[in-house]
C-alpha cells in the first residue's frame, strides 16, 4: 500500500471510527439518563406511597378509637366498625408492598396486622397502645431505609 491509499484509508476510517464512538457515547448517556430518571421516579413514588399509607393508618386508628370507646354502641356493631376502619389501611398496604423489595414485604404486612390487631384488644391496656407506636415506628422505619 503506497501512501496515497494509506491517506485515503485514513480520511475514511478515522472518521467513521469517529462516529462510532460518539453513536456509543450517545447511546450509553441517553441509557444513563434514563436509568437516574427511573430511580428519581421510583423513590417519589415511594415517597408518596408510603406517605398516603401513613396518614391512612392514622385516619384509620383514630376512627377505630372513636368507635371503640363509644359506649352509646353495643359491643358487635362497634368491633365491626374498628374492623372496618382498617379496611382501607389493609387495601392499600398491597400497594405499598410493591414498593417494597421482596425481602420486606413479608415484614412489612406482619407489622400492619399486628398493628391493627392490637387495636381490636382494649383488654390490654395502655400497654397496648405502646406496643402499637413501637409498631408504627417498625413500619417508618421500614419505609425510611428505602428512601
Known amino acids: 500500500m503506497g501512501t496515497e491509499e494509506m491517506n485515503y484509508v485514513v480520511v475514511i476510517l478515522v472518521p467513521i471510527v469517529a462516529g462510532l464512538f460518539a453513536l456509543l457515547g450517545a447511546f450509553a448517556g441517553s441509557r444513563l439518563a434514563r436509568s437516574a430518571e427511573y430511580e428519581k421516579w421510583l423513590r417519589e413514588n415511594r415517597s408518596t406511597t408510603f406517605a398516603k399509607f ?7 386508628r383514630k376512627e377505630a378509637s372513636g368507635a371503640l370507646f363509644d359506649k352509646s354502641i353495643e359491643e358487635l356493631p362497634r368491633n365491626i366498625k374498628v374492623t372496618e376502619a382498617y379496611l382501607p389501611v389493609e387495601e392499600y398496604a398491597r400497594v405499598v408492598s ?33 406496643t402499637m407506636e413501637k409498631r408504627l415506628e417498625e413500619i417508618q422505619s421500614l419505609f425510611e431505609e428505602q428512601l
Open 54 to 60: 401513613l396518614e391512612r393508618l392514622a385516619s384509620a
Open 98 to 130: 410493591l414498593y417494597l423489595p421482596n425481602d420486606k414485604r413479608q415484614q412489612f404486612r406482619g407489622l400492619t396486622r399486628e398493628f391493627i390487631a392490637l387495636h381490636s384488644q382494649p383488654d390490654l391496656g395502655d400497654s397496648r397502645l405502646l
